[in-house]
């Protein structure tokens, strides 16, 4: 392998690896944008009304 071959594949390694940790470092920051809901306790009575008392 001379030398240009190296360099090659060193940019080539190098640009995976960032790709990689840009998709991880994505997924990150996309879990922590989920909204957080949270229910009321009218909501709350509502659910459990429908899921028990029928």
Known sequence: MNTK???NAVIASLILLAA???GLAYEVYASGQ???HTMTYEE???AT????CK
């Open 5 to 7: 071959q190296r360099i």
């Open 49 to 52: 009304e429908k899921d028990c």
């Open 20 to 22: 990689s940790s840009l």
């Open 44 to 46: 709350a009575v509502k």
């Open 34 to 36: 989920q909204p957080a």
